[in-house]
């Protein structure tokens, strides 16, 4: 029963991704995402743009298909056409202002204005209010949310006290009006950087930890996407030399240790462990009559 | 009527010629095949794979056998392939649909076209590697999750990039010196080779010192360009670990080949760090023992002296241990030894050397199953089978290699393979920036190899070049990194849409993976290059701290924290 139970679950697997033409339109949204998984967008849009074509004028079909199409044109290497990309998305947003997709779509524009050029980095200006854009009209929205941390990050690419300082200030008002935010560990990490390019070292620890401490953990994932031994790392060696609270630095090292004892910074840990003790040690003997 | 007959057979000669020799093919290779299946079989499964060192298909044919004790109506049969055009005959199988049901990967292809090939032809495993394996039952390890029976809990199988466990892994592997036991005891009186390695390389001069029959000097340590890398990557480079001191400032604990370059730019590191000095001193004394134009050389010209008895150490890998085991069998006896590693009181690298080189236990002979599979369940549990505890045992001990499984007990040929879990790294990636100074150091590192040039030579020829063409190769490896970002998007936008298409606790799972991937792809993607470039932008500085360094400012913290406590009582 079990091993027909896998059996199955393999023939499914099996089956998508494989020829035809025919089908749901459910079904060949499906197969086109799985094309487009898979490189073959000239397929993926086929099934895409039949979906679009046979389906009524702003049904959720006609708008998955349009938004798919879209970020084909956008994604897809060689033969990108953003002009059609935008055009496709501008499309889902006209047809279903409010819609998850049209939201989306908003985003997908301003990530548009921050694809670099020949590798260059893109003009600041028009991608802060891209993003300022998604993050007004939907500001509760997961897409509102994300295109603010687009928006940080565009502003740290380059180091820029002034800017940088102004991030600090938007981040720390996100914090303080976002405490349910899923987002709350990534924001303490562009935290951590401001601090480290501002050299604020007690604020970068606090930062650091906080990432940390906020960070989701999806029991759902396999132990290699649950890799905590960074936050650790980070967190002891910070504390270690940059504030220098030891007894948070051994703590974060000991965990580091226990939990990941075939990582290759074992070594160093237990190392750092012993020259906390040797440098306390050497202090107090200077410290002696 | 005969005439025409004859006539047509001479119109049609060539094509006649071509079906007779077509159909005698499918003949021969059908009966191959049948002649190779036992009565009863009604499954019959294809493992595919490119090791043909001893024992590997050997191994391979007794656990097929085993397995087919508990399963009567299975059997198996191998492709092995030589390594050499196994990236091409992959490729061909898994295009034209005839690829085996189960296949190795990994070898002759390059990562971004593997990851197409794992989407595409490929059956991810991620919900069977999280149930229990079957044939742990009875074992320490029953009802435990397959990828936690793995002493590297199945991290090699994991492909980040899709999100999913595509490969199980069956061995692990490790380089050691091997000897020959016979040879060092004719030439040198000794036993057991020393593993200080002051006393190694004196063993090393006395090798030389002495005369074959013919009159040639005896080599210590036969190398080739295969080998010499292996015996700086364990025993010399692994000295510039303490840069990670100096130059780590992202705090990952590794030093990037970016970093490097901007301690140099910045005059945080340099040639002259005792360190890179150490490494290329101890290299030299190394490659002093080696045989003349060993870089010329290839993997089996060395072995060759070796099996000759012309030479007394080689290194390489538990891939090749029963094959150099099996041609000294019954001429002399093979021992395996550690790397020499410096004592703490050595003159030269002793305040250098810091501790054992670290060994990755990363798992390796990693199988994927086809989706052409007719039987990938069975495909499956074959593999369950031998990534069992026993039955990865077995298979391993047949071959000499590692097992990758947690309890499973190693062959005494191999013990000295089991990985170093604690020790310390190679920091010195002064070749990883870009196209032009990796070819200019590979130059000048080939020629300091073959003692054309000296370590000061090296970098009077190397470092201006590095300085001034390294400020180019690092924005364009920043501009390299953001015109990959695409492929980012591409990832993200369909991770997007799958967490839109679910509901539930599936959605609330694929949500977090994409807010973790978003940040990790895409919001955090530069912020090590600007952070590299405010260091840039400061210039050159002097008796800066480095990441891992104590500063006055650390030390006055810790002592009025120290007297803090104190004062407390406690």
């Known amino acids: 029963m079990a091993a027909a139970a896998v059996a199955l679950a393999f023939c499914a697997g099996c089956g998508a991704g494989r020829g035809g033409s025919g089908g749901s339109p459910a079904e060949r949204l499906a197969r086109g995402w799985e094309r487009y998984r898979l490189g073959e967008f000239i397929l993926a849009l086929k099934d895409f743009e039949a979906v679009a074509q046979g389906a009524e004028s702003g049904c959720s079909n006609q708008l998955a298909a349009l938004y798919a199409q879209a970020t084909t044109w956008s994604l897809r290497r060689p033969d990108e056409d953003k002009v059609r990309a935008e055009r496709l998305y501008r499309e889902v947003i006209a047809l279903a202002p409010t819609n998850d997709l049209a939201v989306w779509s908003w985003l997908a524009l301003a990530r548009m204005k921050a694809a670099p050029v020949g590798g260059e980095i893109p003009p600041l200006p028009p991608q802060v209010e891209a993003y300022q854009e998604v993050i007004d009209r939907f500001p509760s929205h997961p897409a509102g949310e994300e295109a603010f941390f687009h928006q940080q990050a565009a502003r740290l690419e380059q180091p820029d006290e002034a800017r940088t300082r102004e991030v600090l200030a938007a981040l720390e ?117 | 009527m005969i ?70 109506e299975v059997s198996i049969v191998q492709d092995a392939i030589p390594e050499s055009s196994y990236g091409t005959w992959m490729t061909t199988q898994l295009m034209g649909g005839t ?18 090939y794992y989407s595409r032809y490929f059956v991810p495993l991620t919900t069977y590697v999280r149930e229990s394996n079957p044939y742990n039952r009875g074992t320490p390890l029953e009802g435990v999750p ?27 592997f490790g380089t050691r010196v091997f000897y020959n036991k016979n040879l ?17 390389i004196q063993t090393c001069e ?40 100096r130059v780590d400032f992202n705090r990952d604990g590794v030093v990037g080949s970016d970093e490097l370059f901007v301690g140099f730019k910045t005059g945080r590191i340099g040639f002259d760090f005792p360190p890179f000095e150490a490494r290329f001193r101890m290299l030299r004394q190394l490659t002093d023992q080696f045989q003349a134009g060993f870089t010329g050389l290839g993997r089996d010209e060395a072995v060759f002296l070796f099996a000759q008895q012309r030479a007394v150490f080689i290194t390489t890998g538990t891939w090749d241990a029963g094959s150099l085991v099996e041609q000294a069998r019954g001429v002399f006896e093979v021992g395996i030894m550690d790397f020499p590693i410096p004592s703490r009181d050595d003159p030269e690298f002793g305040a250098i050397v810091q501790g054992p080189v670290y060994e990755n236990p990363g798992a390796g002979l990693p199988f994927a199953i086809t989706r052409t599979s007719k039987h990938p369940e069975v495909a499956l549990d074959f593999l369950r089978f031998i990534g069992s505890q026993k039955g990865n045992e ?35 990636p002064v070749d990883g920036l870009g196209g032009e100074t990796s070819i200019k150091w590979g130059q000048q590192f080939a020629l300091f190899q073959v003692k054309q040039t000296s370590y000061e030579q090296m970098v009077a020829e190397f470092q201006p070049f590095y300085l001034t063409r390294g400020t180019e190769e690092l924005a364009e490896a920043q501009r390299n990194r953001r015109r990959a970002v695409v492929g980012d998007e591409r990832l993200l936008a369909d991770a997007r849409v799958r967490a839109l298409a679910e509901v539930g606790t599936n959605a609330v799972s694929l949500w977090m993976k994409y807010r973790g991937m978003t940040t990790g792809r895409l919001i955090n993607r530069n912020l090590v290059t600007a952070l590299l470039q405010q260091r840039l932008e400061e210039g050159v500085v002097t008796n800066a701290v480095g990441p891992y360094e104590f500063s006055p400012d650390i030390v006055a913290r810790v002592r009025a924290r120290l007297a803090a406590r104190d004062k407390e009582g406690r």
């Not at chain 1, 709350?184 to 990432?211: I, M, N, P, W």
């Not at chain 2, 005369?211 to 025993?235: C, K, N, V």
Request: charged share 20%; with cysteine.
């Open chain 2, 206 to 245: 006395t090798i030389r010192s002495h005369l074959d029959e013919q009159g040639r000097p005896y080599t210590p340590i036969t190398s080739s360009g295969y080998h010499a890398g292996m015996w700086d990557g364990f025993m010399s480079a692994p000295l510039t670990y303490g840069a990670v001191r």
């Open chain 2, 394 to 428: 077995e298979l391993n001990r047949i071959i000499g290699w590692i097992p990758a499984i947690e309890g499973a007990s190693i062959s005494p040929v191999v013990k000295a393979f089991e990985p170093h879990l604690e020790g310390v790294f190679p920091a010195m």
């Open chain 2, 146 to 172: 397959w990828f936690k029976t793995y002493r590297d809990s199945m991290r090699s199988g994991y492909v980040g990039e899709i999100q999913q466990y595509m490969t199980v892994p069956l061995a692990q």
């Open chain 1, 173 to 289: 008002t996100f914090l303080g009006t976002h405490p349910q935010s899923p987002w709350r560990s990534t924001a303490y990490g562009l935290v951590g950087h401001c601090c480290a390019v501002l050299g604020l070292k007690d604020r970068r620890l606090d930062a650091a930890f906080e990432a940390f401490r906020s960070a989701e953990i999806d029991p759902a994932s396999p132990p290699s996407a649950r890799d905590m031994s960074t936050f650790y790392w980070q967190v002891a060696t910070l504390a270690e030399f940059e504030a220098g609270d030891f007894a948070m630095a051994r703590e974060y090292y000991r965990k580091f240790i226990a939990e990941y004892p075939r990582e290759q910074r074992v070594f160093v840990a237990k190392q750092e462990l012993k020259r906390m003790d040797e440098l306390e040690a050497q202090i107090r003997r200077q410290e002696q009559p």
């Open chain 2, 99 to 116: 690829a085996p049901d189960m296949i190795e990967v990994g070898v002759s292809l390059p990562y971004n076209v593997l990851l197409g």
């Open chain 2, 184 to 200: 060092l005891r004719k030439l040198t009186g000794l036993a057991e080779v020393p593993h200080d390695y002051r006393k190694f």
């Open chain 2, 3 to 72: 005439s025409t007959a004859w006539s047509f057979l001479r119109r049609n000669s060539a094509l006649l010629f071509v079906s007779v020799v077509f159909l005698w093919s499918v003949f021969a290779i059908v009966s191959y095949r049948k002649a190779g299946v036992p009565t009863g079989t009604t499954i019959q499964l294809r493992i595919g794979h490119w090791q043909l060192e001893a024992g590997v298909r050997e191994a391979f044919d007794r656990m097929a056998a085993e397995y087919r004790k508990l399963h009567p």
